[in-house]
Nanobody, 113 residues
């Protein structure tokens, strides 16, 4: 199984980013996919997940600002992040929800003025 995250970068508070993850090596269209993040010195935490029938979940800290989506034809999952806050600064990873596979390299999101 392989996860290839991309789209991170440096953005000012209040800005937006869209990060992507291409997945290979599993039955993507049947899986619930999650976005996770890990800030320096912190544990990895769940940000959002999306089921194979498009049901979504968001952590309270990102609810109303982030939107998860998926494209099964492209084996891809996305995270649109709006109104970013300094506290959103972290390495972002995708993985299968509740059935973690080997982690990909992640994509760094830095929110700073």
């Amino acid at each position: 199984v392989r996860f290839e995250e991309s789209g991170g970068g440096l953005v000012q508070p209040g800005g937006s980013l869209r990060i992507s993850c291409v997945v290979s090596g599993l039955d993507f269209d049947l899986r619930t996919m999650g976005w996770y993040r890990q800030a320096p010195g912190e544990q990895r935490e769940l940000v959002s997940y999306i089921t194979n029938d498009q049901t979504t979940y968001y952590a309270n800290s990102v609810k109303g600002r982030f939107t998860i989506s998926r494209d099964n034809a492209k084996n891809s999952v996305y995270l649109q992040m709006n109104n970013l806050e300094v506290e959103d600064t972290a390495e972002y990873y995708c993985n299968v929800f509740a059935d973690w596979q080997s982690w990909g390299p992640g994509t760094q999101v830095t929110v700073s003025s």
